[in-house]
């Protein structure tokens, strides 16, 4: 199994403003995912962070909203760009290995106000 | 679209009774299949997975599927008040490593 850090936990943050959220895998890992879980809502996957190329969004997500890096194979960043209070989500960082299932780290509860 | 769909609930069954969690998928390339489980403010933690049709048993959960109905289900036996939470179903389909969630189950176990 992988562990995942990731950080902030939760963050309140004024509209207009970004926040960048980080996530650390204590293994190299090829595949790494950035999911949204809005309140009383399921996962909806954002985008797949792939190594040494861009990353890989999903309908409904753009780049200029939501920047990805994955700079090596144990490290992504997300950040969500100009924040109005509709970003208000748990934003989860996720690797897995295909058909094994996927881990996740603890999530980073997002406020905007 | 590929859809993977639950009722919301909640479900409540008594403590030490059989919860029965269902999920339906629409996708028939769909492979692999998860329950998760996630406490309220927390994140999904893997219970079970399942590749192929019929059961797979695991403690006190049993996986079971069937690919010809596109159908999973997850029973959980002798609930506990601890199992309260939210199943999240789970799919992926060959040739991709996304997952597709279900919008979850709740389920209260009542002491």
């Known amino acids: 199994s992988a562990v995942i850090s990731q950080k902030p936990s939760r963050d309140i943050c004024q509209r207009g403003t970004s926040l960048t959220i980080q996530c650390q895998v204590d293994s190299q890992v090829t595949m790494m995912f950035w999911y949204r879980q809005q309140p009383g809502q399921s996962l909806t996957l954002i985008a797949t962070a792939n190594q040494g190329s861009e990353a890989t969004y999903e309908s409904g997500f753009v780049i200029d909203k939501f920047p990805i890096s994955r700079p090596n194979l144990t490290f992504s960043t997300l950040t969500v760009s100009n924040m109005s209070p509709e970003d208000s989500s748990i934003y989860l960082c996720?690797?897995?290995?295909?058909?094994?299932?996927?881990?996740f780290g603890q999530g980073t509860r997002l406020t905007v106000v | 679209q590929k859809e993977v769909e639950q009722n919301s609930g909640p479900l409540s069954v008594p403590e030490g009774a059989i919860a029965s969690l269902n999920c339906t998928y629409s996708?028939?390339?769909?492979?692999?299949f998860f329950w998760y489980r996630q406490y309220s403010g927390k994140s999904p933690e893997l219970i079970m997975f399942i590749y192929s049709n019929g059961d797979k048993e695991d403690g006190r959960f049993t996986a079971q599927l069937n690919k010809a109905s596109q159908y999973v289900s997850l029973l959980i036996r002798d609930s506990q008040p601890s199992d309260s939470a939210t199943y999240l179903c789970?799919?992926?389909?060959?040739?991709?490593?996304?997952?597709?969630f279900g919008t979850g189950t709740r389920l209260k176990v009542l002491a």
């Open positions: 789970a799919v992926t389909t060959s040739g991709t490593y996304k997952y597709i």
């Open positions: 996720s690797v897995s290995g295909g058909s094994t299932e996927a881990f």
């Open positions: 996708d028939r390339g769909s492979q692999s």
